[in-house]
């Protein structure tokens, strides 16, 4: 059974750049996709982005001039920086893992959550 | 982006209820359609994708169908544990784009 755990700073501060690390336990990295999801308090869930771990990734478009997601296949983890953040950033952080399906990828495993708040 | 629209927002229903919940996609995504349930203060649960396939270890008493722009998630006898909020997901194109969410509550 593959698991997430996030990690990484529970407040931010407006302008900075948001970073967090997901370890996946008992299951290779080197292989899957590897995303982020988040949901703001209250409201709905956001795609945010994956990565591939060949290197590949897609960001939504919404995001895609502040976020970036890579991995460290040596850990086992994968990582989330947003950077400018504002207080419209502040949510729950999930990673997940995404396996394939045909010519698309469903998630299946999810972290438990991180909330980060963005304010000074 | 693919807009997925949930109906209805939320629901009341007893237990032993056969409850189901709509998915509508503003243009075609095949089956690429995935449903999760979501428990206050919990993480999602992914529960269906492929529109009809149960991930590993979920109940049959959940079932998907669907396909195109149309998709149902049907819970054949509502269980206390089964109150939570159901969110579909397309996965058809990027972004992947999910539904406002069916909040199912005890009447």
């Known amino acids: 059974q593959v698991r997430l755990q996030e990690s990484g700073p529970g407040l931010v501060k407006p302008s900075e750049t948001l970073s967090l690390t997901c370890t996946v336990s008992?299951?290779?990295?080197?292989?899957?996709?590897w995303s982020w999801i988040r949901q703001p308090p209250g409201q709905g869930l956001e795609w945010i982005g994956y990565?591939?771990?060949?290197?590949?990734?897609n960001y939504n478009p919404s995001l895609k001039s502040r976020v970036s997601i890579s991995v460290d296949t040596s850990k086992n983890q994968f990582s989330l920086k947003l950077s400018s953040v504002t207080a419209a950033d502040t949510a729950v952080y999930y990673c997940?893992?995404?396996?394939?399906?045909?010519?698309?990828?469903?998630?299946?495993?999810w972290g438990q959550g991180t909330l980060v708040t963005v304010s000074s | 982006d693919i807009q997925m629209t949930q109906s209805p927002s939320s629901l009341s229903a007893s237990v032993g209820d056969r409850v189901t919940i709509t998915c509508r996609a503003s243009?075609?995504?095949?089956?690429?359609l995935a449903w999760f349930q979501q428990k206050p203060g919990k993480a999602p649960k992914s529960l269906i994708y492929?529109?009809?396939s149960l991930q590993s270890g979920v109940p049959s008493k959940f079932s998907g169908s669907g396909s195109g722009t149309d998709f149902t998630l049907t819970i054949s006898s509502l269980q206390p544990e089964d109150f939570a909020t159901y969110y579909c997901?397309?996965?058809?194109?990027?972004?992947?784009?999910f539904g406002q969410g069916t909040k199912v509550e005890i009447k």
């Open positions: 997940a893992r995404e396996s394939e399906y045909g010519s698309g990828t469903y998630i299946d495993y």
């Open positions: 008992d299951g290779s990295i080197s292989s899957y996709y």
């Open positions: 990565f591939y771990y060949t290197g590949g990734t």
């Open positions: 243009q075609g995504i095949s089956n690429y």
């Open positions: 492929a529109a009809s």
């Open positions: 997901q397309q996965y058809y194109i990027y972004p992947r784009t």
